[in-house]
């Protein structure tokens, strides 16, 4: 859960930085220390009950809960979910949840509720997720569902927060592209002022060109965009990737640079984020190392453990979960594979072009992270689009970048979604966007 106890007061010491007009304080800043303080808080009645001539209710915001006791005749009853504001006095109370209780002087209602919820967030049978992302915004009330993206909101801070320090600058690539990113994947098509355009699959043209433009350490977190007509549980349409590239490096120097950030980000978790673990029933395990291999070498573990897997083949999910059993590790750094299976603008070993410069994160089972270093030199960069099928014209403002002094260069990308979803062990990847689109989903 956030955390709001560290908010320092105004220079006038009366109010926390947290403060507006509506609501001095969150409820996770309010403890026993408060005892007969005056303060106004806001959220939403998340129960009630009456007795006799007084009555009680429990008041949610985003940070906690606090009982409020209503030693008045109300004009109506308070409708669960309703917005309110309560202006009291901070009692002890061994016998309220907490030990504290704030006892009611006034109460405004700030928003109605008119009709009835779909569901309510403590209601003890879970709606169906479809229900759920129906009613996204109500979803957003449970407690599960905010510890979910409590922990997304921990890991794309502390990805930010990681390369902040390794001396990277943030940039804002372009979403609506003339032309494919990268072989394979369908793009969604635009009319753009009677021209044809795309939604971006890749922010990977953009964050080259910046690196070659002299912008050494770049990051991103951006959406992209894949028009697959996918059904299962692992994928989505518009993806969240965190994207760096850093110019004057191999493979090996963002190999350095991923381990750090992704150990970082999942310290981070350790750090913060224990609350949310034991709201979602999960166990967390920080990694004590990730272990890097080569395709090869694991290709070769598989075949030892009855795997039929073939050389130059890509591993599907079955067996990304058994390499990290096989390794003894929730995490796994995978290099070197066949150039055959990676995108174009991967770096083949001069010594054996059939293998590339390329790698990726396997995390819980699952491919959460890619990259690879890039080609620098015009000619081969050609050569490897004519070779996949395509245009190199179509290319043209990408490729001549690489005829103006371009340097080696490499750099990854995190799916933040897939990450989410692995970190929390969630079953299908939407529970882990906040408004997710697939094939059959344009709104909320």
């Given at each position: 859960?956030?955390?709001?106890?560290?908010?320092?007061?105004?220079?006038a010491?009366?109010?926390?930085?947290t403060?507006?007009?509506?609501?001095?304080?969150?409820?996770?800043?309010?403890?026993?220390?408060d005892?007969?303080?005056?303060?106004?808080?806001?959220?939403?009645?998340?129960?009630?009950?009456?007795?006799?001539?007084?009555?009680?209710?429990?008041?949610?915001?985003?940070?906690?809960?606090?009982?409020?006791?209503?030693?008045?005749?109300?004009?109506?009853?308070?409708?669960?979910?309703?917005?309110i504001?309560?202006?009291?006095?901070?009692?002890?109370?061994?016998?309220?949840?907490?030990g504290i209780?704030?006892?009611?002087?006034?109460?405004?209602?700030l928003?109605?509720?008119?009709?009835?919820?779909?569901?309510?967030?403590?209601?003890?049978?879970?709606?169906?997720?479809?229900?759920?992302?129906?009613?996204?915004?109500?979803?957003?009330?449970?407690?599960?569902?905010?510890?979910?993206?409590?922990?997304?909101?921990?890991?794309?801070?502390?990805?930010?927060?990681?390369?902040?320090?390794?001396?990277?600058?943030?940039?804002?690539?372009?979403?609506?592209?003339?032309?494919?990113?990268?072989?394979?994947?369908?793009?969604?098509?635009?009319?753009?002022?009677?021209?044809?355009?795309?939604?971006?699959?890749?922010?990977?043209?953009?964050?080259?060109?910046?690196?070659?433009?002299?912008?050494?350490?770049?990051?991103?977190?951006?959406?992209?965009?894949?028009?697959?007509?996918?059904?299962g549980?692992?994928?989505?349409?518009?993806?969240?990737?965190?994207?760096?590239?850093?110019?004057?490096?191999?493979?090996?120097?963002?190999?350095?640079?991923?381990?750090?950030?992704?150990?970082?980000?999942?310290?981070?978790?350790?750090?913060?984020?224990?609350?949310?673990?034991?709201?979602?029933g999960?166990?967390?395990?920080?990694p004590?190392?990730?272990?890097?291999?080569?395709?090869?070498?694991?290709?070769?573990?598989?075949?030892?453990?009855?795997?039929?897997?073939?050389?130059?083949?890509d591993?599907?999910?079955?067996?990304?979960?058994?390499?990290?059993e096989?390794?003894?590790?929730?995490?796994?750094?995978?290099?070197?594979?066949?150039?055959?299976?990676?995108?174009?603008?991967?770096?083949?070993?001069?010594?054996?072009?059939?293998?590339?410069?390329?790698?990726?994160?396997?995390?819980?089972?699952?491919?959460?992270?890619?990259?690879?270093q890039?080609i620098?030199?015009?000619?081969?960069?050609?050569?490897?689009?004519?070779?996949r099928g395509?245009?190199?014209?179509?290319f043209?403002?990408?490729?001549?970048a690489?005829?103006?002094?371009?340097?080696?260069?490499?750099?990854?990308?995190?799916?933040?979604?897939?990450?989410?979803?692995?970190?929390?062990?969630?079953?299908?990847v939407?529970?882990?966007?906040?408004?997710?689109?697939?094939?059959?989903?344009?709104?909320?």
């Open positions: 859960m956030q955390d709001h106890s560290q908010e320092e007061p105004d220079p010491g009366k109010k926390l930085a403060s507006t007009s509506l609501k001095e304080r969150y409820l996770a800043e309010i403890g026993e220390k005892d007969g303080k005056t303060v106004t808080v806001a959220g939403w009645v998340h129960a009630f009950r009456e007795m006799g001539a007084l009555a009680f209710a429990i008041l949610r915001d985003g940070s906690g809960k606090i009982q409020v006791k209503i030693p008045f005749k109300l004009e109506e009853r308070l409708e669960r979910e309703s917005a504001q309560v202006r009291g006095k901070i009692k002890k109370d061994s016998r309220a949840p907490n209780e704030l006892e009611a002087e006034s109460i405004t209602v928003g109605k509720v008119y009709q009835t919820p779909a569901f309510y967030p403590d209601q003890k049978n879970e709606p169906g997720l479809n229900v759920r992302l129906d009613n996204r915004s109500l979803d957003f009330r449970r407690e599960k569902t905010r510890a979910v993206f409590n922990i997304r909101a921990s890991l794309e801070t502390g990805f930010r927060e990681a390369l902040l320090r390794l001396g990277f600058e943030e940039i804002n690539p372009a979403c609506i592209v003339p032309t494919a990113t990268e072989g394979g994947a369908q793009l969604f098509k635009l009319d753009y002022f009677d021209k044809p355009a795309f939604l971006g699959q890749s922010p990977q043209f953009y964050k080259q060109l910046a690196v070659i433009g002299g912008m050494e350490r770049v990051f991103m977190t951006t959406p992209v965009f894949r028009a697959e007509k996918h059904e549980p692992f994928h989505i349409n518009e993806i969240h990737q965190m994207d760096i590239e850093m110019a004057f490096a191999t493979n090996d120097d963002a190999i350095a640079i991923l381990s750090r950030v992704f150990t970082s980000m999942l310290a981070r978790l350790k750090e913060k984020n224990g609350a949310d673990f034991r709201v979602l999960k166990e967390f395990v920080l004590a190392q990730i272990p890097v291999r080569t395709y090869t070498e694991l290709v070769e573990m598989l075949s030892a453990s009855g795997d039929k897997i073939r050389f130059g083949h591993f599907s999910k079955e067996q990304e979960a058994k390499m990290c096989l390794v003894k590790s929730e995490a796994l750094i995978v290099k070197d594979y066949p150039t055959s299976v990676r995108a174009f603008y991967s770096m083949p070993y001069e010594d054996n072009p059939k293998l590339c410069k390329s790698y990726d994160i396997i995390y819980r089972g699952m491919e959460i992270c890619s990259g690879a890039r620098h030199t015009p000619d081969l960069l050609e050569k490897q689009i004519a070779a395509m245009n190199p014209a179509y043209k403002s990408y490729t001549d690489f005829r103006l002094g371009a340097p080696p260069h490499a750099g990854w990308s995190i799916g933040l979604d897939r990450l989410t979803m692995a970190v929390c062990g969630l079953e299908n939407r529970e882990a966007i906040m408004f997710p689109r697939d094939k059959h989903r344009m709104s909320p």
